[in-house]
Each structure stands twice: as structure tokens, then as C-alpha cells.
């Protein structure tokens, strides 16, 4: 069974353009769950999806961010018009359920120059 | 809402000195705890979790139990080792939350 998937590892943009992430939760996971990571930094929660419906998007800017989880392929964070403070890492985790513990990422880390 | 502490880091210790780092956690309901371990340059990976009170979790020489009365859960090991050097984040999830709580992690580095 293979873990959370994640791609790319590593993305450079300028400022102002898009990025794009993707996330593979492992296979029977239906809970998926971005986090931000800053340099040196814990975890900040953004947002926790279920297939086709964002459950809880309370941590995550409301302009620029967003993402979906749709009923095939991974789900997507996609941040516009990138800002230099953008530059972080961004970890996904899966879940089968609410409770159970959340399976990790490896990580995209973003930078923006 | 549902949070959790930890030590403030950084731990410094030499290898084979006995590890504590202190978890204590606020929460609405009856949480699972977990601690989580993260490497340089990698994710989270689960070190060991419990899921209810007096329980103990276990894995790779670390232990933690689930205290109630002290809504607490902290981690210890025997004997650190170099390779243990990595951030260590105490979370929760409990049946009214609707996300994982991490703590703020705390860094460990084991000098040989």
C-alpha cells in the first residue's frame, strides 16, 4: 500500500504566478488535510477535505488559496498571484476516518523568488 | 477550543541521557493522543498514540501514557540516541473537533 503522495517535491515560482499541489491520500483514505509548515516552524492547519466537499477551511487565507479534493484524482491546493511570504512547506495527511490517526506527505516546499 | 503545549525547545542532550518532553492538552470530550516524529527534510511520521485514559503507547523505545487527572501525555525514552535528533509534535483529535490539534513541536538534537 503505497503512502501519501505528493507532487512536486520541490516548486519555484516568481511572484504572481499560480501554484499548484497536488496530493494523493493512500488508497481507502477519504479525509485528506493540508498543512503549512514555515522555516524552523510547526504546523499550521489550512484546510480538511472529504472526496468533493471541504469540511473545514478555517485555516486558510481567503484570498488566493483554495482547494478540492474531487470524486477522481488528487486533491489540489492551488495558491494565486504567489507572494515571497508564501514560501513554506506544504504537507498533505490522510485519514480513513475523522478519529484515526493522519498518514503524512513527504512535502512540497514552495519557493517564491 | 482544543489546544495543546509542549516544552519549548530546543532539547539538547547527549546520547544515552535519559528524554522527557512535556505534552499537556485541553479538550472538549475524550481525545486519541499522538505523538509525531519529523526528520530533517521529511513529513511526519506516527511514533505511537492512545486512545484513551491509562493507556500507553509505545514504539522504538519511546513511551508516553495517557494521564487524565493531569491532562497530560509526555513522551520519554531510556536512552536517546544521535539518530533520534528531530522535531517532535504531541497532538489530539477528539469526536467534537473536526481536525487534528498539533502543538508547536519540540526540537531535539542528541550530540554523540
Known amino acids: 500500500n503505497a503512502g501519501v503522495m505528493q507532487n512536486p517535491r520541490h516548486l519555484v515560482r516568481r511572484r504572481g504566478q499560480e501554484a499548484r499541489l497536488r496530493c494523493s491520500p493512500m488508497?481507502?483514505?477519504?479525509?485528506v488535510y493540508w498543512y503549512r509548515q514555515l522555516p524552523e516552524e510547526g504546523l499550521k492547519f489550512m484546510v480538511y477535505?472529504?472526496?468533493?466537499?471541504?469540511?473545514?477551511e478555517s485555516g486558510m487565507p481567503k484570498e488566493r488559496f483554495s482547494a478540492e479534493f474531487p470524486k477522481e484524482g488528487p486533491s489540489i491546493l492551488r495558491i494565486q498571484q504567489v507572494v515571497r511570504g508564501d514560501s513554506a512547506a506544504y504537507f498533505c495527511a490522510s485519514s480513513p476516518n475523522a478519529l484515526d490517526e493522519q498518514y503524512f506527505g513527504p512535502g512540497t516546499r514552495l519557493t517564491v523568488t | 477550543g482544543d489546544s495543546v503545549t509542549q516544552m519549548e525547545g530546543p532539547v539538547t542532550l547527549s546520547e544515552e541521557a535519559f528524554l522527557t518532553i512535556n505534552c499537556t492538552y485541553t479538550a472538549t470530550g475524550y481525545p486519541s493522543l499522538f505523538w509525531y516524529v519529523q526528520y530533517p527534510g521529511e513529513g511526519l511520521q506516527l511514533l505511537l498514540k492512545a486512545t484513551k485514559a491509562d493507556d500507553k503507547g509505545s514504539n522504538k523505545g519511546f513511551e508516553a501514557t495517557y494521564r487524565k487527572e493531569t491532562t497530560s501525555f509526555h513522551l520519554e525514552k531510556g536512552s536517546v540516541q544521535v539518530s533520534d535528533s528531530a522535531v517532535y509534535f504531541c497532538?489530539?483529535?477528539?469526536?467534537?473537533?473536526?481536525?487534528?490539534?498539533f502543538g508547536p513541536g519540540t526540537r531535539l538534537s542528541v550530540l554523540p
Open positions: 497532538a489530539l483529535s477528539t469526536n467534537y473537533g473536526q481536525n487534528f490539534v
Open positions: 488508497k481507502g483514505h477519504s479525509h
Open positions: 477535505l472529504q472526496k468533493e466537499n471541504i469540511i473545514d
